[in-house]
Nanobody, 123 residues
């Protein structure tokens, strides 16, 4: 089992920035790829970003490319999502996930999920 706890969400104005963090416990964090996803009301959960176990491979959804940056610190068992130039359409509950598969083979191959944290971008 893996426990994932997100933090850092909240309310921000359009154009602002937020940094989400996800703390992991329960298994060898450094061996697994990690990802961020989001879900808006009435929509399916969608992929936002992923990072390989070493941090050497990072992938982003087209809608956030150039604005969001995913990173990880294996010494602290954390993964972060820095979100810049936020837009109202970025408003969603953001989830941290731990992969069971290579995210480049299956972007939705998540084995464990956090409970999510709300990000609201006001216009």
């Amino acid at each position: 089992q893996v426990q994932l706890v997100e933090s850092g969400g909240g309310l921000v104005q359009t154009g602002g920035s937020l940094r989400l963090s996800c703390a992991a416990s329960g298994r060898a964090f450094a061996y697994y790829a990690m990802g961020w996803f989001r879900q808006s009301p009435g929509k399916n959960r969608e992929f936002v970003a992923s990072i390989s176990w070493s941090g050497g491979q990072r992938d982003y959804a087209e809608s956030v490319k150039g604005r969001f940056t995913i990173s990880r610190d294996n010494s602290k068992n954390t993964v972060a999502l820095l979100m810049n130039s936020l837009k109202p359409e970025d408003t969603a509950v953001y989830y941290c996930g731990s992969y069971y598969d290579d995210p480049r083979k299956n972007a939705y191959g998540i084995e464990f999920w956090g409970k999510g944290i709300l990000v609201t971008v006001s216009s």
